[in-house]
Nanobody, 130 residues
């Protein structure tokens, strides 16, 4: 049974940092791509970042490039999202998602599509004050 446990959200001032964690269980970690989506009140879900665990390929939304960094710890079956230089517009509920890893050539095209991820964890709230 695939389980994703997200944690690390909180309240931070603009310019601050947070690190989100997604602890995964119930599947072979190496066989998956794990990502983060976010949703702010009244807005659509937005893909933030994704990592292909085996190859290590990473993907980022333009809105977070250069500020956010995704990584994985295979020993802990955990994916991290390091968020630096946070902005008020980063305020949202952040969700950890997972899917069986497709070839990199396909993942690069589909990683932003929320419907492609059958596994979702509970959200963690990130609030950035101005």
């Amino acid at each position: 049974d695939v389980q994703l446990q997200a944690s690390g959200g909180g309240l931070v001032q603009a310019g601050g940092t947070l690190r989100l964690s997604c602890a995964a269980s119930g599947f072979t970690f190496d066989d998956y791509a794990i990502g983060w989506f976010r949703q702010a009140p009244g807005k659509e879900r937005e893909a933030v970042s994704c990592i292909s665990i085996r190859e290590g390929g990473t993907y980022y939304a333009d809105s977070v490039k250069g500020r956010f960094s995704i990584s994985s710890d295979k020993a802990k079956n955990t994916v991290y999202l390091q968020m630096n230089t946070l902005k008020p517009e980063d305020t949202a509920v952040y969700y950890c998602v997972a899917r069986i890893r497709p070839p990199p050539s396909l993942l690069s095209k589909v990683w932003t599509s929320h419907e492609r991820y059958p596994n979702w964890g509970q959200g963690t709230q990130v609030t950035v004050s101005s």
